[in-house]
């Protein structure tokens, strides 16, 4: 067998499962080979029926003494099948639903072994009983219980490809298992004392005990983490050391002008990521820096600078935003600054006519344009830059690591690359997700920014929340309210923008302007709606997550969030920080039940606190690293086993591997193939050179 054979060859598969594997993505048999389990039962100890204790889960075995049926539900339809068992120290009630096929087999006399959660049985606190059963299995005549007992993996699995089957064709799998091509080096396994690769699968879908499953599961953890890290140190080392880049000159008149015209003085976080920037622009590597900052926090300023200091040495620059609002954003307020500095901006975006974006083609081909700020359109064929010498990608998590290279490569030159995101993350997570980029921090906020000050209400207190925003917008001020959904559904409860739009433009609002705003609009309605709320011609506005990126409304000062527990932490911060942009102070009330625990403790994380790093490891560590990576960073590799929470150790240590990795040209040209073969489109384009 070979560990690249299509699955459907496999003994006991065949082509019906083979498609069914095909939807979990498991193609081969090496994918089915790291299809790892997401828990494991410990089934290692078998528990007397006297030593059960309620509330707690638990492995036995007993004899059936009796057997009943009885049907229940609110129709009478549920099947409801109670057996007893005993094993001489004790009883156990045991029951199963819609299960009517088992009374047959469960006839005194037969022996059962079992796993499930031990509660009291119902009417009496004497007897203890097992409903949830995780494993169950009547026993033949002659075996043993203990023989039963292990440590069980438990896979994601689905109704057609159950457990039973995963473990079954785990165990066929890993009988036939050829010898697997190590991909960390000797002396590096060596060193960080890491199993064969063979034993280290063998171990984590069939461990023999916790210990060796620890040791297992931390082998290739660490072997996931070094190639990702080996690849992104590749993709950075390439980018500065396989291209020549541009060694822009020390700041002199555009950029000095620009920073005296600021109405305000560069915060020092602003300070230090400036001449982080300087330093590498004025260097003759290209650029690829990252500065993380907190929604508010004043990149745009810093984007704007470094954007001067390329113009004053003769090169163009290109930003590029993820939406059309920001993008017009952006582009108003570089126009307006700049314009008067003899420096010409441009904007590009797909709104545009045919004949409106050729212009745009032609000027910025011919250096008649010295900055474009635009979307996607920006990536488009026809764009060619005649002297390009900075890429800005603004919300890097909304663009893929190949969307931002095909930026990058509208030049003749190699440009300096400049990412900027507002959703901060850890420092140590940015080796995962940003490892092919130098980081900067900006974690302050400008003075004279006032705290939102954050509420948690129920839905019975909406009237008087509605009150309370009316008089505000009498003063003069303007509001958002943001919720879940587009429209109403007959599958949802939950209020919808236009429900509530129409609810509020009639009621309480009726006498002021209210505006709604949604992804399904045209770009030019909903453009038409932003402009008139920017100009203040609308008051209040009503919205889906589609103003969470970069809308920009200074006496926008209220936001209330519907259903505020369907959106995750890093969701609400980043529509948060449309307001408190202005020098009045802002508030935001989230509206919820929150009948769940989870749902209760990120709500109540957003109330005490307004520091989106604070809230980007809640995040992390209330989702999970699977979701909070995949909002990110599009273009990453999954994770499939490593879990950079808990196993941040285990990242700086392949961190530390993957550096002297790059060091020694006999393992490079031993680890790009492996990359490449692995990790496929991720990391094609690396050389060991």
Not at 192 to 205: C, K, S, T, V, W
Not at 245 to 268: C, W, Y
Not at 489 to 500: C, G, N, Q, R, T
Not at 635 to 659: F, N, T
Request: with cysteine.
């Amino acid at each position: 067998m070979n560990i690249t054979d299509d699955i459907k060859y496999l003994k006991g598969i065949g082509p019906k499962k083979a498609a069914l594997l095909q939807k979990l993505g498991i193609r081969t048999c090496y994918d089915l080979l790291t299809w790892f389990p997401r828990a494991y039962e410990d089934q290692s100890t078998l528990t007397s029926l006297a030593e059960l204790q309620p509330g707690t889960t638990a492995t036995t075995s007993g004899t059936v003494m009796n057997v009943q049926e009885r049907q229940g539900g609110r129709n009478g339809r549920l099947s409801i099948l109670t057996a007893m068992l005993g094993d001489g120290t004790g009883y156990l009630q045991v029951t199963w639903f819609n299960q009517k096929f088992l009374k047959k087999k469960l006839v005194p006399g037969a022996r059962i072994f079992l796993t499930g959660k031990v509660e009291y049985a119902y009417g009496g606190r004497g007897q203890y009983a097992m409903s949830q059963l995780s494993s169950f299995q009547i026993l033949k005549a002659g075996d043993s219980p203990e023989a039963q007992t292990g440590i069980l993996p438990v896979y994601s699995a689905t109704e057609q490809l159950n457990q039973n089957f995963f473990r079954k064709e785990m165990q066929i799998l890993l009988g036939n298992l050829p010898e697997l091509p190590e991909v960390v080096p000797q002396a590096i396994a060596q060193r960080y004392q890491l199993l064969p690769r063979r034993e280290a699968f063998r171990e984590l879908h069939n461990p023999p005990t916790l210990t060796a499953l620890k040791t297992a599961r931390r082998t290739l953890a660490f072997e996931e983490l070094y190639l990702i890290q080996c690849g992104l140190l590749l993709l950075k080392k390439q980018a500065r050391e396989g291209q020549h880049g541009i060694r822009h000159l020390e700041n002199s008149t555009l950029v000095k002008q620009v920073m005296a015209q600021l109405p305000f003085a560069l915060t020092d976080d602003q300070q230090q990521v400036w001449q982080d920037i300087v330093h590498d622009m004025q260097s003759p590597e290209p650029m690829r820096r990252l500065v993380q900052g907190d929604v508010g926090s004043g990149k745009t300023v810093i984007a704007l600078l470094a954007l001067v200091k390329t113009v004053e040495n003769g090169y163009q620059g290109a930003l590029m935003a993820p939406t059309e609002i920001l993008a017009a954003q952006h582009y108003e307020k570089f126009h307006t600054s700049l314009t008067p500095l003899g420096i010409r901006v441009g904007f590009l975006s797909g709104r545009l006519t045919k004949k409106q974006r050729e212009a745009i083609y032609t000027q910025l081909a011919n250096h008649e344009l010295d900055i474009v700020i635009g979307t996607h359109a920006l990536i488009q064929e026809g764009v060619q830059f005649a002297k390009l010498g900075l890429v800005i990608t603004d919300e890097q998590h909304r663009f893929g690591i190949a969307q931002r290279a095909a930026l990058e490569k509208k030049g003749a030159l190699t440009p300096d690359v400049l990412v900027m995101t507002a959703t901060p993350i850890p420092r140590t997570m940015t080796l995962t997700v940003y490892g092919d980029l130098d980081v900067s921090q900006i974690r302050h906020l400008p003075p004279g920014r006032q705290p939102i000050r954050t509420f948690l209400r129920l839905p019975d207190r909406r009237p008087l929340i509605y009150k309370y925003v009316h008089e505000q917008l009498a003063k003069g001020r303007q509001a958002y309210v943001v919720c879940p959904l587009i429209e109403g559904s007959e599958d949802s409860d939950l209020p919808s923008a236009e429900e509530v739009y129409d609810e509020l433009r009639y009621g309480i609002f009726y006498d002021m302007r209210v505006g709604l705003v949604h992804g399904r609009m045209k770009a030019a309605d909903k453009e038409a709606v932003m402009q008139d709320f920017y100009k203040g011609d609308i008051k209040l506005l009503v919205s889906t997550t589609v103003i969470e990126v970069g809308v920009n409304v200074p006496n926008a000062s209220l936001m209330v969030i519907e259903h505020a527990d369907r959106f995750g932490l890093a969701q609400l911060h980043q529509l948060r920080g449309r307001i408190g942009r202005g020098p009045w102070q802002s508030f935001c009330i989230l509206v919820s039940e929150g009948k769940s625990e989870n749902a209760r403790e990120r709500l109540g994380i957003m109330v005490n606190t307004n520091d989106g790093f604070k809230l980007a490891e809640e995040d992390l560590r209330l989702r999970g690293p699977g979701q909070f990576f995949g909002a990110m960073q599009h273009g990453l590799p999954d994770l499939k086993i490593a879990d950079v929470l808990s196993d941040m150790d285990i990242l700086l240590q392949a961190r530390e591997a993957a550096l002297a990795t790059l060091a020694k040209k006999s393992d490079l040209s031993f680890i790009v193939p492996i990359l490449q073969q692995q990790y496929h489109e991720h990391f094609e384009h690396i050389t060991d050179a």
